[in-house]
């Protein structure tokens, strides 16, 4: 594939898909390229070829999973996943440890986190997924492509600018936490916090001690991870019995229909009778139809019988 005239971008991609050892990395490269191919004339063929491949490559990812041969291997991806990212002692196996309370080896040395590590947080009742990567550049480009939102962990305003050019192909929300605010005087907190929101205004940005904890600042990262994804929480429950305790975690805008196939493939065409308590309805236990949208915190009753 030439290149001449292309953008960096286009360049960087390129390069980068040549190095490719995944097909899902391919992939991210190949839209990118696509993304920043002239649409002129003179390179039709070259677009034409590009949008090809790609589609071959996708039915070829498709076709591994079907056979459950694709995927990365260990982490199956949960309805809400944060990948924890940055540069070597910039604090993020601490804070994997304050968020999911698993205990993982923490250093002055550099690169002491060799391979993803898997844990779960909660934002009240909604279990969110966990992964803290290799630091950069030793870290998974997979799971940082695919993943839905990232925290990426620094101490110094110089690194989000070093972080860009392995996050680019990314597609997640990214959230950057600021660590180590214990050591900051208030003149500088101001200062950071006015950088990162006159020169980075297109990332959501939060200020964070990973060794001098606080509560409350924990629950505040929990909250504004939790606002990143499209999502609602709708519990279920039986004829007089008390809600789930644990939610079923569905898309914005989904209806009951929905809800229940995401319960049990064909569920929704044997429900008789539906009936929902909470934000969608307009009285405690009100009956509602297939079509009916919920919102979060919902309770479903479904009746099939």
């Not at 601490?94 to 968020?99: E, G, H, P, Q, V």
């Not at 297109?202 to 939790?226: A, G, Q, W």
Request: charged share 30%; net charge positive; proline share 4%.
């Amino acid at each position: 594939m030439a290149s001449t005239n292309q953008s960096p971008f286009y360049q960087r991609a390129e390069q980068e898909y040549i190095s490719a050892t995944t097909d899902d990395e391919r992939i991210a490269c190949l839209e990118i390229m696509i993304k920043e191919c002239p649409k002129h004339k003179s390179s039709e063929n070259m677009l034409k070829n590009l949008t090809l491949r790609l589609k071959r490559l996708k039915n070829s990812v498709q076709r591994q999973k079907k056979s459950g041969k694709g995927g990365k291997a260990g982490i199956k991806k949960a309805d809400m996943q944060v990948v924890l990212a940055g540069f070597t002692n910039s604090g993020k196996s601490s804070l994997f440890s304050l968020l999911t309370g698993l205990k993982t080896k923490i250093a002055q040395t550099k690169f002491t986190t060799y391979e993803p590590k898997l844990g779960t947080t909660h934002f009240e009742d909604a279990p969110i997924q966990i992964v803290d990567l290799p630091s950069f550049p030793n870290h998974d480009k997979s799971l940082v492509n695919s993943t839905d939102t990232i925290i990426l962990v620094i101490d110094s305003l110089d690194q989000i600018k070093e972080s860009e050019k392995f996050l680019y192909r990314s597609k997640a929300k990214i959230i950057i936490l600021y660590n180590k605010e214990d050591l900051l005087s208030e003149t500088q907190k101001r200062k950071i916090k006015s950088n990162l929101q006159s020169k980075f205004k297109k990332y959501d940005f939060f200020l964070f001690s990973s060794e001098k904890p606080d509560k409350i600042k924990i629950n505040k990262l929990k909250e504004k991870i939790f606002q990143t994804f499209p999502v609602i929480r709708i519990y279920t429950k039986e004829p007089r019995k008390a809600p789930s305790k644990e939610p079923m975690i569905v898309n914005e805008n989904t209806t009951v229909s929905g809800a229940a196939e995401k319960i049990l493939k064909g569920m929704s065409k044997i429900i008789k009778k539906t009936k929902v308590w909470g934000p969608s309805s307009k009285f405690g236990g009100q009956q509602v139809g297939l079509n009916h949208i919920l919102k979060d915190k919902d309770i479903l009753e479904f009746q099939t019988t």
